[in-house]
């Protein structure tokens, strides 16, 4: 085909082209990674002065506060990220993984076809019309924004990621596996509960790691379901039932607010939303280098 | 002796239960929370489709697709076509900015470095993925609008003014943030998903595919360029759909920095609004049914087109995996 113009250009010809396609490669590369480099150490440049003591033990407040030099911090943003991310995997943990478990050991199954392709789709929907739903689901007949509606909404966000990374991860185990506790007489749910899941104990984590961490940095779903709150609630409760302030949510409210202090503490909790997603990343990066080695 | 008797007869039940019944109930757990997705999925564009009934009953569908009108303050009237517009076009030109550098990264992620480089980028790349988007907004609001108006829109446009004064709608206002920016930020933000998949599907081709090309005299490159790209390029397709759907439903970056004006006319570099932009922007303050049930309408127009996107992608890769990829 093209060979037969590819042996009119000469040798020397071809190889500079060569060197010039792996210039260019070179090139687009850096070209990409420059503005990572740029934007991690802006947020840390601009955010670390606004990380002090006051940061991590004062509730934000009105805007006068900040200006007036009062002590304010993200302290309720914090926890009620906290508790909003571990309501979030609470719920999307049982559905991903039983879902997970139905589309690889059960691989006959009915349903199968079509899960994988609406899970897929649903990995793929935008953020926050999973905002929407929650919002749907749960905000309007609690009437109330909450802290579970916006665990709801990351769950959403979740499931699929869990779901296909449970898929996988148990795929990834041999099927002799399996026919060896079948062959000692073991029931089925048992070989999956007791062999099958312990082996593939590395792969599930790695991709519930991966899941959280997409989560963590979610804002547009928590706009409208866990809404925001400037104070500490009066019981703890509160974080459950009441509207409850989460890091990317906060994040986007402080840098879209006219105040000069509240922008600073936007580029602190950008450090901490940074801390906090690229330490998921490496551990999920070691834990699957450590898997690769294993094997 | 009696006790021993007693545990066989007693044994039976157990064992049935523990044996039968037990891999039944485990079957039907992992079955409901099977369906619980599928449900999910379902009930998303349900719940889209009734809350938006009262727009779509006022405007009916067609006048709401193409309205221009977006004012939620004085008329009450709401048209979805600007959205529409801007988020189309700011995720077909991210992708087309995103697409070369993403595929020469991939390329050079899996043909060219050396290993320790590769899996450096590689890593680096994925990174990219996990900085969460508000943190890119953030930087895009302080540091990159004010940087591109300064560098770039003011030249241009103090440039086309003294010039062409003609062309200056077609500029637009050069206050930094506008369609432009966001575009910029929205490629670099779906790099990485497209690296990542065509990263997949170069790997996923035979080596003997590459031996023979070479055996044929080719450099590394005649490689890459007549064995190994023809034969990725079903997956690197899908990749890029699926990344353009990334680039559809991207928020908040994009709220942050594309302006948020929201009728048209639309211009370069001035600002403009898609659809997951005005739902953020807008939602938090709805306060009239027709207003929230509008927001949702939009809901439901994302909806529909990230649907067929993601179908789309899902076909190629079907495709693709079936032929092994010598069709396409």
Not at chain 1, 262 to 281: N, R, Y
Not at chain 2, 97 to 114: D, R, W
Not at chain 2, 129 to 157: C, E, H, K, L, Q
Request: zero cysteines.
């Amino acid at each position: 085909m093209n060979i037969a113009n590819v042996k009119q250009k000469s040798l020397k010809q071809r190889k500079i082209k060569d060197n010039f396609m792996v210039g260019l490669l070179y090139l687009s590369t850096l070209i990409v990674i420059t503005p990572l480099i740029i934007i991690i150490s802006y947020v840390i440049y601009n955010g670390i002065n606004a990380l002090n003591w006051d940061f991590f033990v004062h509730e934000l407040g009105s805007p006068t506060r900040a200006m007036q030099g009062r002590p304010t911090g993200l302290v309720h943003t914090i926890l009620g990220t906290a508790v909003v991310d571990t309501l979030a995997l609470l719920i999307a943990l049982p559905v991903g993984v039983g879902s997970g478990i139905l589309l690889s050991e059960y691989p006959d199954n009915k349903l199968n076809p079509a899960l994988r392709i609406i899970n897929d789709t649903l990995n793929g929907m935008p953020a926050i019309l999973k905002g929407l739903l929650a919002f749907a689901l749960i905000v309007k007949p609690m009437g109330t924004f909450s802290g579970l509606a916006g665990g709801v909404a990351l769950a959403f966000v979740m499931i699929p990621i869990i779901a296909r990374a449970t898929e996988s991860a148990l795929m990834n185990i041999p099927w002799s596996i399996r026919e060896a506790g079948l062959a000692i007489g073991l029931p089925r749910w048992r070989v999956i509960m007791s062999t099958v899941i312990p082996a593939a104990k590395t792969g599930l984590v790695t991709g519930f790691l991966i899941a959280f961490a997409r989560a963590v940095g979610e804002a547009a779903p928590l706009m409208f379901t866990s809404f925001g709150n400037n104070y500490l609630p009066k019981h703890w409760t509160g974080m459950i039932f009441g509207p409850v302030d989460t890091l990317p949510q906060r994040l986007y409210s402080l840098a879209i607010s006219p105040y000069k202090e509240w922008h600073a503490m936007g580029w602190a909790a950008g450090i901490i939303l940074l801390v906090f997603v690229i330490t998921l990343f490496i551990f999920a990066r070691v834990l699957t280098a450590e898997k690769k080695y294993e094997s | 002796m009696a006790n021993n008797l007693g545990n066989i007869i007693n044994k039976k039940p157990i064992h049935i239960i523990y044996r039968w019944l037990g891999d039944k109930i485990f079957l039907s757990l992992s079955f409901i929370l099977g369906l619980t997705i599928v449900l999910l999925a379902i009930a998303m564009g349900f719940v889209l489709y009734s809350e938006s009934g009262e727009t779509f009953k006022t405007f009916g569908v067609w006048g709401f697709i193409k309205g221009t009108d977006w004012d939620a303050g004085l008329h009450m009237s709401f048209g979805a076509l600007p959205f529409i517009f801007g988020t189309l076009v700011t995720s077909i030109f991210s992708l087309l900015i995103a697409f070369l550098p993403s595929i020469a990264i991939a390329i050079f992620i899996a043909e060219y470095a050396p290993k320790w480089l590769s899996n450096i980028t590689d890593n680096l790349i994925n990174l990219i993925a996990a900085i969460p988007s508000v943190v890119v907004g953030i930087w895009g609001i302080f540091v990159f609008a004010p940087w591109m108006r300064d560098t770039f829109y003011m030249p241009i446009f103090l440039w086309t003014a003294e010039n062409y004064p003609t062309l200056l709608p077609i500029i637009g206002s050069p206050i930094g943030y506008g369609m432009t920016t966001a575009t910029i930020i929205l490629a670099l933000m779906i790099i990485p998903y497209i690296t990542v998949l065509t990263k997949d599907a170069i790997k996923k081709v035979p080596q003997e595919q590459r031996e023979a090309a070479y055996a044929l005299g080719a450099t590394k490159w005649e490689v890459i360029r007549m064995a190994i790209l023809p034969y990725a390029r079903g997956g690197i397709m899908a990749g890029a759909m699926l990344s353009f759907g990334r680039a559809i439903g991207e928020t908040m970056a994009v709220a942050m920095l594309i302006g948020n004006k929201n009728s048209f006319p639309f211009s370069i570099v001035g600002p403009a609004s898609t659809i997951p932009s005005v739902i953020i922007n807008e939602f938090r303050e709805a306060v009239s049914n027709i207003h929230v049930s509008s927001l949702m309408a939009l809901g439901l127009i994302l909806f529909v087109i990230s649907l067929i996107v993601n179908l789309i992608a899902a076909y190629i890769t079907r495709k693709l995996s079936i032929t092994g990829g010598k069709v396409i």
